[in-house]
């Protein structure tokens, strides 16, 4: 137990949502003197992560969960009091700009509706235990839903997109992360320009994977539509991708179409084949994980670059097969340049879906990598985004603190040689990810050479030119501090497997493609 | 068609829940309209009911409004 | 299910908005609501003489008097807590009572009808400056102005009446409101309007000059809130149209009796659901304070229910000040919350602030539960003691969440 002062505030009926509430967190943490603050709504399981972080003060016992409470801890009485001081002013700043604005705002979703007489879509991003509720009465008045929410009970899903499908609108969720509709990007999504392809997707970031590898290829996106994560299951009979299908076949805009996602369960897998020889246009199948194939119209690949090579060179007329480097020159040079190569591997993600690439791509490499937190090993797979990781404290894509922190800790307790790492852009994500986690690497490093330990650390950047953090600057921070940044996810675990097995190199950059 | 409302027709959207994407969709020049949501008093319980309440547009052909 | 709610709301909106009470009659208590026996009819909720709050306790004192079933107040007293004596709510009877809202047979009644839906509804009259029934006075001063109120002023109000025929109250509502009026807290020109459209055919109505000129008076001077109760029964007879109505769920009915707050719902009939009565928040007369405050109290938030009094506040910048409402911007505010929990709005009532929107109308459950957002009721606050019975301030009172929630869940297990 240290010394120092606890203050809290509560301020009641005072709901604020919970990215604002951890930007605040972030914010406060920084002041001069500040050890640790809490900026969380008075729900139970809020008042637990207080409990757990040593920070449950009996003045805020009672707050509900429409009571915001905030608790500081820091050296002194006078920094925990400044930092509560900038918090009112964080507020009131926030108040004010609405007020300026002159604009109410609705309180209902009747009342938005005579505010915006044409609105089409409503983005529902409320906690969990409510979305399912606002998704419903949504579809119930003819608006499609982009359903950013996750932790929606399955059965709730399930009806969700039973009515949804009946009065053909898209319930585009729950667990959507992004989606595209006539060129505008919901959610995290990346600059990308307007065109051709359409894309079904039960990924936020494979989604953004693909379109940001298309726009760099020079093609843009008629429209994308999220389904989230358990469309493909049994339970859901991808009710919402075989809607999606549809409708890309039908829009004119839209003369390649690419779906990605991980393997449908077996029940699903016959009819969405259906579904896609139905649309009639080209389309490109990204199952993560499944064998790669052709079939009618249809093109199975195995990787997310994959998917958006191959889409390229199907709308251009040209041949495509997948190749394991894009440019095998350079990628020889680099690994040339490395020494070291054993100890084991450490992948730590922010986007799920690429987490998961990542291990299809490096098992039939260097062996088993084990996903997770516990059990296996010694090779090592983490997704950051994961329920586990992220109780009570922000998603990695929002807070690179987070990360920033698994990866100092991680070199120093365990035997690392090599650190795969993914760096996701786009609107809505942190301003500026790259920093902290340079930062951290840059301790990484030293406390390798201090162990004397050799350290490799690959990276891939999901993101585009016209993206606020600046691909250009963000890739640059990265090898500044000594990262050695791929095209794509799938490459960067590829040329972390090849550290560790210099043996494959004639496979993987031999002469053929 | 319904999807023609969306595909065919611009974007205009009411946000409920995380201001930043209504902020993020303002930018993009898209109208959207943020909703002051907070918990029902009640609790989900009281949303579920709220939902099954809520008037349908599409319920029996009587049309929306 | 198989009825719309939304359906069924649209209905209940167009007849809020197409009804267009007018003023018909005088009457008694007796002849006009069956009022028979020992009973007497009491604002808000049913509650019962044990429960009653004590400016409700006055006003039954007073009334039992008047009736001639005791002598005294004490005695009155004695055969109400005996059980003597039935009690039952205003609304109960399709009536309205302002405040201790007390009813009893021998009153005169006002006659509202509404020729568009073919309903009728009932209210009472004040009886001016001085004691009032309605604060819970009992003595001999407010027995003698209820006795002439009797004698010569119902007598006098029926014959204009029987001359100039009804009077459409809807006109003179939505000109009161353009005058600054919104007929709750604020009534000095509906009152002024009904003066001056009585004021010509009285001369002939009352025979004797002193008595004309008393009436005169009464009408025209230190009366400001005189129109609220024909305000009440226009409201009234408005809602009635709704009560029942299958399938809405719009609020037909909110009261108060001192002690609890109540609603009921279109699509509920006449289920009552209620909470506790809250305390007024408000601006107090020179020498009181809350200290001396009776909880909110009347059948007088059946103006919210039609669109009026705190509905429309934003219409009544002299409002704003009697209520010790904060600002302009307060009230704006306010009608703008309003209008988030109201289906629609009452093109009979437009209001120049909100950019010639009309009165918002059709209180909604499902939007109070889903907003938080309860409506706003502008009301006088009564002195607690039956003995002062008087008006102490005026303030807002923002009910309960908790009957609206019941309310919902009764909704939702009904319409299954």
Known sequence: MTTGAVRAVVWRSYYQDSMALMRLAATLRERPGVREAAALMGTPANHDVLRGAGLAVPEAADAGPSDLVLVVSAATDADAEAALGAAREFFERRQRVVEESGRRRPRTLSSARRDLPDANLVAISVPGEYAAAEAMRALKAGLHVFLFSDNVALEDEIALKRLAVERQLFCMGPDCGTAYVNGVGLGFANVVTRGRVGCVAASGTGLQAVVSRLDALGEGISHAIGVGGRDLGAAVDGAMTKLALHALAADTGTELIVVISKPPAPSVLSPLEQAIRATGKPVVVCCLGAAPRADGNARWVATLDDAAGCAVATLRGQAWTPRSFGDPATVRTRLESIRGGSGALLGLYTGGTLAHEARVVLEPLIGAVAYGAHGGGPHRVLDLGEDEFTVGRPHPMIDPEARAARVRDSVERADVGVLLLDLVLGKAAHADPATPLVTALFDARRAAERAGRSLTVVASVTGTARDPQGLQRQTEALEGAGTIVLPSNAEAARFAALTLRRDLATTLLGGSS | ?65 | MTVSIAAANREAVDRLCRARPTWIAMSTAREALGLNGRTLLHAGPPIAWDRMCDPMRGAVLCAAQYEGWAADPVEAERLAESGDIAFAPCHSRGAVGPMAGIISPRMPVIVVEDPVNGTRAWSTMGTGPGPQIRFGAHGPEILARLAWNHEVLAPALQTVLDREGPLDLTALMAQALTMGDEMHMRNAASTSLLARWLAGPLVSAVKDPTQLERVLRFLTRDNDQHFLTWAMGAAKTAARAIEGLEGSTMVSAMARNGVEFGIRVAGLGDRWFTGPASVVAGAYFPGFSAADANRDIGDSAIMETYGLGGMAMVASPAVIRIVGAKSFQAALATTRSMQEITAGANPAFSIAAVDGDGAPTGIDVRRVVESGIVPSINTAIAHRDRRVARIIGAGIATPPLEPFTEALLAFDGAYR
């Open chain 2, 1 to 65: 068609m319904s999807i023609e409302r969306l595909l065919g027709r611009p974007l205009a959207v009411i946000n409920v829940g995380l201001e930043v994407f209504a902020q993020e969709l303002e930018a993009d020049g898209v109208p959207v309209v943020h909703l002051d949501w907070r918990p029902p008093v009640g609790g989900p319980r009281i949303a579920a009911i709220l939902a099954r309440l809520a008037d349908d547009e599409g319920a029996g052909g009587m049309g929306g409004s």
